[in-house]
């Protein structure tokens, strides 16, 4: 089984982990902009016939939005991460953004999933992966946290 992150964006954050039998096998995190990231995640997708989950951090417009900043890559991109999904045949997930928050950098850290950047999106995408891993029962909370 593989889960795949997306933190997207102009910028967008992915990361991924490799499972066998429930053990972490292989973790890695990228930032790319938007359209090269989009590519990674076709190549991601379209291996091998193993199970493979999505999980992309939801991006809602709402009048805040309009006031102070239109990400409109970041909805492109979770077009994108759709698209593909239903093409491959990988489960697709939205994740609120505060679900990051379950898992802290010390959590990444200690699981060795901590992938420092300019602007943190390889971090938010391995703190989505990790809430992911948690509703698929590969993590435990405890995992999460220091």
């Known amino acids: ?21 429930g053990n972490h096998q292989y973790f890695d ?19 091998n016939g193993e199970r493979k989950i999505v999980a992309v951090e ?4 709402n009048n805040n939005t309009v006031k102070h900043s239109r990400q409109y890559d970041a909805l492109e991109m979770i077009g994108i991460a759709r698209y593909l999904c239903n093409k491959y045949g990988a489960e697709f997930r939205m994740q609120a953004p505060a679900a990051r928050n379950l898992c802290q950098d010390g959590g990444l850290k200690k699981m060795n999933w901590y992938r420092a950047s300019p602007d943190k999106h390889m971090v938010d995408a391995a703190k989505h992966l990790a809430v992911a ?13 220091v």
């Not at 089984?1 to 039998?21: F, H, R, S």
């Open 58 to 61: 939801q991006y809602t417009v």
């Open 133 to 145: 891993c948690l509703h698929y029962d590969v993590l435990k909370v405890g995992d999460l946290r």
């Open 29 to 47: 995190a990228i930032e790319l902009p938007m359209i090269v990231a989009a590519k990674m995640l076709e190549d991601r997708l379209a291996g």
């Open 1 to 21: 089984m593989q889960i795949i992150a997306v933190d997207p964006g102009n910028v967008t954050g992915l990361a991924w982990v490799k499972l066998a039998k």
